[in-house]
Antibody, heavy 118, light 111 residues
Framework: QLQLQESGPGLVKPSETLSLSCTVSGGSISGSNYYWGWIRQPPGKGLEWIGSGYYTGSTYYNPSLKSRVTVFVDTSRNQFSVKLSSVTAADTAVYYC??????????WGQGTLVTVSS | QSALTQPASVSGSPGQSITISCTGASSDFGTYNLVSWYQQHPGKAPKLILYGGTKRPSGVSNRFSGSESGNTASLTISGLQAEDEADYYCYSYAGFSTPYVFGTGTKVTVV
């Protein structure tokens, strides 16, 4: 059974770069037809799609975050990651990683809370 | 990138049916048929309950069904149960320039 697990700092200072990883177990990240994505949810608010990547290096991003975000798929470690630069308090959220299959997010990590604060 | 519009809340009694709408620009749905729906209980990760507008993943109750018409997708929950009380989100591919977008979310209350 496919499992995804987010990891990374729970506290990031304003103006710095948020970096998270997602470890995939029970399946290969190099599988065809699967993209790997990041989603976030500010406390008490709705879901926001951040971006997705493919094992070949192809990526696409939420236009509102595109200037600050990078998604990278690391096939050697069966992991994928997200970096979000120049963070502010508005970037405080639970961050989820997920697998995208046929346009749907069919497997999710449990989520990790990242707080932006000095 | 505008979110897809959902009603903020919908309520129903046990055993009733409720429908949640998800409305966007026509290009969000009509061309791609890639609307999916998610259920999220408090403090938990979202769970996929419908994909391709109408298909249920293995293990998801057949009380959940979907439909699409024009620029609106809908999720219907039949035979409402207490465990269905949760937040529900639609999600759709919206084209190359704005690839994916979530709905605003709907809180379902079983009264």
């Amino acid at each position: 059974q496919l499992q995804l697990q987010e990891s990374g700092p729970g506290l990031v200072k304003p103006s710095e770069t948020l970096s998270l990883s997602c470890t995939v177990s029970g399946g290969s990240i190099s599988g065809s037809n699967y993209y790997w994505g990041w989603i976030r949810q500010p406390p008490g608010k709705g879901l926001e799609w951040i971006g997705s990547g493919y094992y070949t290096g192809s990526t696409y991003y939420n236009p509102s975050l595109k200037s600050r975000v990078t998604v990278f798929v690391d096939t050697s470690r069966n992991q994928f990651s997200v970096k979000l630069s120049s963070v502010t308090a508005a970037d405080t959220a639970v961050y989820y990683c997920a697998r995208l299959s046929s346009g749907a997010l069919d497997s999710w990590g449990q989520g990790t809370l990242v707080t932006v604060s000095s | 990138q505008s979110a897809l519009t959902q009603p903020a809340s919908v309520s129903g009694s046990p055993g009733q049916s409720i429908t949640i709408s998800c409305t966007g620009a026509s290009s969000d749905f009509g061309t791609y048929n890639l609307v999916s729906w998610y259920q999220q209980h408090p403090g938990k990760a979202p769970k996929l309950i419908l994909y391709g507008g109408t298909k249920r993943p293995s293990g998801v109750s057949n009380r959940f069904s979907g439909s699409e018409s024009g620029n609106t997708a809908s999720l219907t929950i039949s035979g409402l149960q207490a465990e269905d009380e949760a937040d529900y989100y639609c999600y759709s591919y919206a084209g190359f320039s704005t690839p994916y977008v979530f709905g605003t979310g709907t809180k379902v209350t079983v009264v």
